[in-house]
Every structure is written in structure tokens, then in C-alpha cells.
């Protein structure tokens, strides 16, 4: 193995450097797919990914990382990581070795023999993929497989060729061998451009997931179901309630509708109870709700208040919101505790039907407990 080359054994497993260097030869050892392999070096690296097509070989799976080349951001020569397939013993691999019977290391290649340095925020990442590129669709004699041209060249001496009429000189063959490699690089400029647009075509699909489309995209899908998504909440609402849509319309205004859009736009746990009239007022026993909002009546810790009720009214007209006990929802939302109530009180007055009246109630020791959370 070359001298330049600074291999340190971990198991199986070669690592050449440590540090940043080990997510590009986890890159490489594994041999990540092309999407798979950037996705995972942006989690781990802040430095910019790219990526270089290059013909397959014999072997390789097309569309995998086969090395990395790092560009210095100060110039200068490149540094490679590149995998290799070696026997038991230290000797390299062919393609024909069983998998089970091969160690894969990694390797760092540097210019001059140097030792790697340390990998900068600012270098660029090129991962090498390799692809079945369209001249293999030409035949052999433009692939450079087979020689262009032959020619047979009779060697003979030309005095004794006069003087005995001799006919049996020696032949020789000579061969003149097509270089394929500038006609190889100019199809691989239509390999790229069909790489670049087949990779658009296969992320559409990703266009209309909630979880993972742009988010200037997310009330676009929305209003495919008639749906109007609030651009006021925090992104990672908003995907779940595009993501909800169908649902929440199809049970828009139900026990279960109303309950599933609270826990979703505020986390809080929450069970309705239909059929449940307010507090009826008793003159002498009854506490008159003295705050002009919901949020205050909570900041000044008052009961629930009493109203007067028109005896004639069904309690079908009626629902009770119960909410966790008063000291858990302060301990849980803090000093947004007034407003998740306001916001809990705003979404029941938009989701319920326009002839229903409902109250919020704080669920008591021994009371059954809300749903969600």
C-alpha cells in the first residue's frame, strides 16, 4: 500500500484522520446513494455538497458514492477518500470475492504525501457517483474495446529479397488504438443534463408531502381540499394541519373534530362533553364571572361563573370543554397559559356549530382525565 496513504484499522472498519473526515469515509465505505449520501453530510457537515458523474466500472453500483474529493476553499490541490476492497490478508479484492470474504477501508489521498488537514467550513464537497453513461449504448470500436484500425507491415530485407525472390519475410501487426475519452467526456455532458433532470422528476413527489415540501407550498396543498391554513402559526403546525386536512374537514364541527384541532394548534389536553349545561344561576350560591375575556378571568384565578339559563332550551344546545386541572395547565404552558386559552376559546367559536354554546371547565382531582397531550 503507498506510503501516502495514512490507513489507521478500527475493526473492520479504516478511518484515515477522525474528526470530520470519519462522516465522508462513512460516506464512502458504505457507499450511499446519491440523495441518501448528501442528506446525511448536511446533517453532520456545514460545508456545501456537490456532486461529479463518472462512468461506472466493472462492479460498482451505479448512482452509489464511490469517492469524495475535497476542494480547499483557499486553493490548491484536492484530497480524496476513497474505499477499498481487500482479502483477510491485506491483499486487494477483485470484483469476483465474495462480499462476506472482503474488508472495505477507507483511504485519504493527499498531495505530496502530506498529512490530511483539517476539514474547513468553507471546502466543498464533491462526491463521485458513478453511472452507466450513454457510450455504452455505442459499439466496442467507440468505446475503445477494440482497435480502430490494423494494419500488416511485412518486415524484410530487401537485398535478399531481389536476389532469392524470397516470400517469406516476417509479418508484423501493427494496431492503431482509438482513445475514446474525449468522445467519452462529450456524451457525458448529456448524461449530466438527463441526471440533473430525471433528479427534478423523482423529487416531485416530495412537492406535495406536507412534511416535506417547501413551506410557500403548504397553502397551495392546503386549498386543494377547500382548506385555509392560518400563515401565523409555527411551520411544523402548519405541515401537520395540511397533513390533517381531509380529517379535520370531514369532522369539522364533531366531538372528535373539535378535540383533534385544539391538541394540534395547542398541544394542551382537552375532552368535550356534550349535553352538559353551565353553572345555572342561584341567587346567593352562584360567583358571576367578573372578567371581560377568558384569558383574564384565568390571571385573576376566578371560579366558574354562573349564568341564567332559559329553562326552555334542550341540552343539545349545550357542551362543556374540560380542560387538566388549573395547576398542571400553569405548570405546563407557563406564562403562555393565558393566551393557549384564549386560542383554545378562538378555535371551539370557529369549529362548533353557530347554534351551540359551550364552556371551559379545569377538570378536578378524580375527574376523568382529558384526552391527548
Avoid at 458514492?65 to 491485506?90: F, K, M, N, W
Avoid at 412537492?207 to 409555527?234: G, N, Q, Y
Avoid at 368535550?272 to 390571571?299: C, D
Avoid at 407557563?334 to 371551559?360: D, M, W
Wanted: some cysteine; charged content about 25%.
Amino acid at each position: 500500500m503507498s506510503t501516502e496513504l495514512a490507513l489507521h484499522r478500527r475493526g473492520s472498519v479504516t478511518t484515515a484522520t477522525g474528526g470530520d473526515y470519519r462522516y465522508l469515509e462513512d460516506t464512502v465505505r458504505i457507499g450511499y446513494p446519491v440523495r441518501d449520501a448528501i442528506t446525511y453530510l448536511n446533517r453532520h457537515l456545514g460545508n456545501p455538497v456537490g456532486y461529479r458523474l463518472v462512468e461506472a466500472l466493472r462492479g460498482e453500483r451505479p448512482g452509489c458514492v464511490r469517492s469524495a474529493e475535497i476542494q480547499p476553499a483557499v486553493g490548491g490541490e484536492p484530497t480524496y477518500v476513497r474505499s477499498i476492497r481487500v482479502l483477510p490478508d491485506g491483499t486487494p479484492a477483485s470484483y469476483f470475492t465474495p462480499d462476506d470474504l472482503v474488508s472495505v477501508l477507507t483511504e485519504v489521498v493527499t498531495p505530496d504525501g502530506r498529512p490530511a488537514v483539517s476539514l474547513q467550513s468553507r471546502d466543498k464537497i464533491v462526491l463521485h457517483i458513478p453511472v452507466r453513461g450513454y457510450l455504452r449504448y455505442l459499439p466496442g470500436l467507440f468505446q475503445g474495446a477494440v482497435p480502430a484500425s490494423r494494419r500488416d507491415v511485412v518486415r524484410a530485407d530487401e537485398v535478399s529479397a531481389r536476389r532469392w525472390g524470397n516470400t517469406d519475410s516476417p509479418h508484423s501487426a501493427e494496431v492503431q488504438s482509438f482513445n475514446a475519452d474525449g468522445l467519452r467526456r462529450f456524451l457525458f455532458i448529456f448524461q449530466h443534463l438527463m441526471t440533473t433532470v430525471t433528479d427534478k422528476i423523482d423529487t416531485i413527489p416530495s412537492l406535495i408531502d406536507p412534511m416535506t415540501t417547501d413551506p410557500r407550498f403548504l397553502p397551495w396543498i392546503a386549498s386543494w381540499v377547500s382548506f385555509e391554513l392560518d400563515s401565523s402559526l409555527p411551520i411544523h403546525k402548519q405541515r401537520d394541519l395540511t397533513r390533517r386536512a381531509i380529517r379535520l374537514l370531514r369532522t369539522r364541527g364533531t366531538l372528535a373534530g373539535v378535540e383533534e384541532m385544539i391538541q394540534v394548534l395547542t398541544n394542551a389536553p382537552v375532552r368535550v362533553e356534550e349535553l352538559k349545561k353551565p353553572n345555572a344561576f342561584v341567587l346567593g350560591r352562584s360567583t358571576l364571572a367578573g372578567g371581560a375575556s377568558v384569558e383574564e378571568r384565568f390571571v385573576r384565578s376566578e371560579p366558574a361563573g354562573s349564568f341564567l339559563l332559559n329553562e326552555g332550551r334542550a341540552a343539545t344546545t349545550f357542551f362543556a370543554l374540560t380542560l387538566q386541572p388549573v395547576e398542571q395547565f400553569r405548570q405546563d404552558f407557563g406564562e403562555r397559559a393565558p393566551g393557549v386559552l384564549r386560542r383554545i376559546a378562538q378555535i371551539v367559536t370557529n369549529e362548533k356549530p353557530s347554534h351551540i354554546t359551550f364552556t371551559i371547565l379545569f377538570s378536578r382531582d378524580g375527574d376523568q382525565p382529558p384526552r391527548g397531550g
